[in-house]
């Protein structure tokens, strides 16, 4: 169904995105180890945007490129800086 609740999701972004935003400070998990961390967002006003979404797009066999030709919108990446 075009322009339904999928469609509209791929275009208004993940509320996630927002929620980092607004407050990024998380908490990242690798086995049984928990460590605080501050997200940020790169987007393509990022300079260094092309060179962080070739290294995702490529760990991920295309996956993010595959995704970007979904929507419209540029979708940004989101950077994980442990403390």
């Given amino acids: ?4 609740p999928v469609e509209r999701r791929l275009q208004q972004g993940p509320r ?3 929620n ?3 407050n990024p400070q998380v908490e990242v998990q690798v086995g049984r180890t928990r460590k605080p ?3 940020t967002v790169i987007d393509h006003t990022d300079p260094d945007f092309a060179r962080v979404w070739k290294m ?3 760990g991920n066999a ?3 490129d595959a995704y970007q030709k979904k929507t419209s919108r540029p979708i940004p990446v ?3 800086t442990v403390a």
């Fill in 37 to 39: 961390a501050t997200a």
């Fill in 1 to 4: 169904m075009a322009g339904g």
């Fill in 56 to 58: 995702v797009n490529d």
């Fill in 62 to 64: 295309g996956r993010y």
């Fill in 20 to 22: 980092l935003q607004a």
């Fill in 78 to 80: 989101v950077a994980l």
């Fill in 16 to 18: 996630l995105l927002f």
